[in-house]
């Protein structure tokens, strides 16, 4: 799991990097860009998770990194705790960005939202990814085992996000004055997924890429495999060694992996406006 900035380091955040009431962090500004991918982060994180993916990425592609209220540089406005606000206002922020072609990655509660995102955006402008990446969670119309976390109380909820995903470091886990500031975001988030009851969604048109990390076992092949009936698409699995947090450790073969995917959809199109 992401440690979040500290407000000093918000408060430096480039000014010129943000964008759409803060709603969009641009790691590597490309003013040439020729499409944009979008980035959802996991629950309770920033967009800081997308900081180096530029580096991975071809140059013709601008990461657009998703940052939620109630974190980071926006520690001062409230954490949103329902999926369908969530989604209608990143639907609106990000089909201001939906001048040139974009595709879209999600991990974790982020790939629930991504897919909600571009079924809204489909539905609102007409606009559609050219490719959605969804890793590290099973589809929203497959329901979970696990009990519901977010009406636990700290001690609690703290215990069960470790032992389900991991990712809480021990010395913010011992440090009350660390996660108070930390845990009402992060319990917004698991309130927006855990409550959310999606509709019968119609599948999307394009290609969908679901990853997985190997030793994730809230996420197996098998619920990866069902986003599958979320598209009309191409539709794929890839598994990269690793738990629920596998995008750190696997960082340089996801984004290879992306690139090529993504050089592949430019390649099958005269342009990338012609995608959409």
């Keep these: 799991m992401t440690v979040w900035r500290t407000t000093k380091q918000a408060a430096q955040l480039d000014v010129h990097r943000t964008l759409g009431g803060g709603w969009l962090q641009r790691p590597a500004p490309r003013r040439d860009a020729l499409a944009n991918l979008f980035c959802f982060p996991h629950a309770g994180g920033t967009a800081s998770a997308f900081r180096l993916w530029p580096l991975g990425l071809p140059s013709w592609m601008e990461v657009m990194a998703v940052q939620p209220p109630g974190r980071a540089n926006r520690w001062s406005e409230p954490a949103i705790s329902s999926m369908p606000v969530l989604v209608d206002a990143l639907a609106t922020v990000l ?32 606009a559609v990814p050219f490719h959605l990446f969804v890793s590290g969670r099973r589809p ?119 690139s090529a995917t993504l050089a592949l959809m430019q390649r099958n199109n005269t342009t990338l406006e012609a995608t959409g």
């Design 95 to 126: 089909s201001e960005h939906a001048d040139k072609p974009f595709a879209i990655f999600g991990h974790s509660m982020g790939a629930v939202v991504a897919h909600q995102v571009a079924l809204a955006m489909k539905r609102q402008i007409g």
């Design 140 to 258: 929203p119309h497959v329901p979970g085992v696990d009990s519901p976390l977010h009406r636990m109380p700290d001690d609690e909820f703290v215990r069960e996000i470790n032992r389900r995903y991991g990712g809480i470091p021990t010395e913010v886990a011992g440090c009350p004055d660390v996660l108070a500031l930390l845990l009402p975001a992060l319990r917004a988030d698991i309130a927006a997924l855990e409550t959310f009851r999606p509709d019968d969604d119609e599948p999307l048109q394009c290609p969908i890429s679901a990853f997985g990390g190997a030793q994730d076992r809230l996420t197996p092949r098998a619920h990866l495999e069902a986003w599958g009936s979320r598209t009309e698409g191409p539709f794929r699995v890839r598994v990269f060694h690793g738990d629920h947090f596998y995008l750190d450790a696997q960082r340089d073969a996801v984004l290879a992996d992306v």
